[in-house]
Nanobody, 118 residues
Framework: VQLQASGGGLVQAGGSLRLSCVASGDIVRVNDVRWYRQGAGEQRKFVAAIARDGSAAVADAVKGRFTISRDNSKHIGYLEMSRLKPEDTAVYYC?????????????WGQGTQVTVSS
């Protein structure tokens, strides 16, 4: 099983980006999908999470600007980011609770860099 995050880039303050997190491999079901971010010199912090039924939670720092969604049929999670601020600059990681035929465990994607210029 692999988790691939993509969609990061350089954007001006006020702009938007959409991150994707694709799970591939011998997957029976993807349960919770979560996004975290880690700024330079900082600890990794929770950004948003979405359950299989679509119920979601978003960190206060991004509430009203970021939206998490998913496509269960394609094993993809998304993070729509709008009204970006320089303080949103970080490496964004996706994490997913994956059920395979053999086991169930959390997987991490490799991270995608988001840089917001002022």
């Amino acid at each position: 099983v692999q988790l691939q995050a993509s969609g990061g880039g350089l954007v001006q303050a006020g702009g938007s980006l959409r991150l994707s997190c694709v799970a591939s491999g011998d997957i029976v079901r993807v349960n919770d999908v979560r996004w975290y971010r880690q700024g330079a010199g900082e600890q990794r912090k929770f950004v948003a999470a979405i359950a299989r039924d679509g119920s979601a939670a978003v960190a206060d720092a991004v509430k009203g600007r970021f939206t998490i969604s998913r496509d269960n049929s394609k094993h993809i999670g998304y993070l729509e980011m709008s009204r970006l601020k320089p303080e949103d600059t970080a490496v964004y990681y996706c994490n997913a609770d994956v059920q395979t035929r053999a086991f169930r465990r959390d997987f991490w994607g490799q991270g995608t860099q988001v840089t917001v210029s002022s």
